[in-house]
């Protein structure tokens, strides 16, 4: 669920986090979301009224009683506006008042009206967060249906000291806002994901490998995540961060990372999950050759040229294929740099595919190590969907909404 046209309501409380919430701001905008902001009295000591407004492009609700409010009633008319609340930093202050039900300002009775979805993102002192009144609210707002408690993050705190407390990063807030908001279709269903490269050793400080970062296989992942699916991501040597599950949430979606390092061991996980999983996402770029022999020691310059002898790797897609019961769904990926759609045609029919996704490297912006992805979608029918050049995060919905659809959820 991208954040297009969302209504968000940003709340924030008077906490030194709440210098980054401009950066938020401006995030949510560039997503096209709308974007209404909320604040404590307090805050506006850390982020001026000014700054809000103008990156929002909305007046600033900061007092209860304002001549300039729009509505009379301002704290019931944003959450009747709103689809989602964030509020963040949150402060040990502010907790307590939400969970013991205060409403003494702008930002607690906007909090007190709001039954849409709610992200809360702490952030304070360790000392203070480790208060156990702090750990009984926090309890108490985690257990509440439409509320998504954070958990703070560990590292340098503002005061000096270093602890648990820091509030999670601006992405990670994005991310649990798309959570919140997406519809949870994949509830119970267990999907398996293959991302990034393999590397194949020719000995002990040298491999074969390719240039896949793991981007787009990572997008897969956060986005079955978000509808509520058990992922199981089989990733690759990549350098990049991993996604995520959110702590706070209760385990009816998880994300269990694999992490291998060869097609080899990319093979032996993906045949041992598969049996329980009801869908695959193949997209790791696995390679189709490895060195027949790997040296044990450093093979050392000569004034010769070396031969490298290659043997085929085990086919994961078509193993995976071969063993497909009635009502798994297996998707692969090609990506091919000439007659792309009759070889990825070929491909969907050989190993047994329900969707095949076709990437070309004559596409400019699409392919490895880039943010965003053209593609198109074939079935077994012969019928094709094209997806114009955009995020990997847009093609990653694109896809499980074509996936999902074939799983019939």
């Known amino acids: 669920m991208m954040l297009a046209g969302k209504h968000i309501v940003v709340g924030i409380s008077g906490g030194i986090a ?11 905008k560039k997503q096209g979301a709308e974007v209404r902001v909320t604040t404590t009295r307090h805050a506006l000591e850390f982020v001026t009224e000014l700054t809000l407004q103008t990156l929002s492009g909305a007046r600033v609700y900061s007092d209860v009683f304002a001549a300039i409010n729009e509505h009379a009633t301002e704290h019931i008319s944003l959450p009747e506006w709103a689809d989602a609340m964030l509020v963040a930093p949150a402060t040990a202050n502010v907790i307590g008042k939400f969970a013991a039900g205060i409403a003494d300002d702008a930002l607690t009775t906007t909090f007190a009206a709001m039954r849409k979805p709610v992200v809360i993102a702490p952030a304070m002192n360790d000392k203070m967060y480790q208060n156990p009144a702090t750990q009984r609210a926090m309890q108490t707002l985690a257990a509440t249906d439409n509320i998504l408690l954070m958990d703070a993050e560990s590292g340098f705190l503002a005061c000096g000291s270093e602890g648990k407390g820091r509030m999670a990063e601006i992405d990670k807030l994005v991310e649990a806002l798309r959570y919140r908001l997406t519809p949870k279709t994949l509830t119970g269903k267990r999907i398996l994901i293959t991302a990034g490269p393999t590397q194949e050793k020719i000995d002990p400080v040298r491999f074969i490998s390719n240039y896949s970062t793991g981007k787009m ?15 199981q991501l089989i990733a690759g040597p990549v350098t990049q961060a991993l996604p995520e599950a959110f702590p706070s949430l209760t385990p009816t979606a998880t994300i269990e990372t694999i992490r291998v390092t060869s097609a080899m061991e990319m093979a032996r996980a993906a045949e041992e999950c598969w049996p329980k999983a009801d869908a695959a996402i193949l997209c790791a770029a696995v390679a189709d050759f490895m060195p027949a022999q790997c040296a044990d020691e450093k093979i050392k310059r000569g004034k010769d040229e070396m031969v490298l002898h290659l043997s085929p790797t085990r086919d994961i897609a078509a193993a995976l294929g071969t063993e497909k019961r009635p009502g798994q769904c297996l998707v692969g990926f090609a990506l091919e740099t000439q007659n792309e759609q009759t070889h990825a045609q070929d491909k969907l029919r050989r190993k047994n595919l329900d969707m095949i996704v076709l990437n070309s490297l004559r596409d400019a912006g699409a392919g490895f190590g880039t943010d965003t992805n053209k593609v198109t979608l074939l079935f077994p029918d012969n019928t094709a969907k094209e997806s114009p050049l955009q995020t990997k995060e847009a093609v990653a919905e694109t896809i499980v909404s074509e996936m999902t659809r074939l799983m019939n959820v």
């Open 18 to 28: 709440a210098y980054k919430i401009p950066e938020l701001i401006r995030l949510l």
């Open 217 to 231: 296989g990572f997008a897969l992942a956060r986005a079955c995540y978000n509808r509520g699916a058990t992922v």
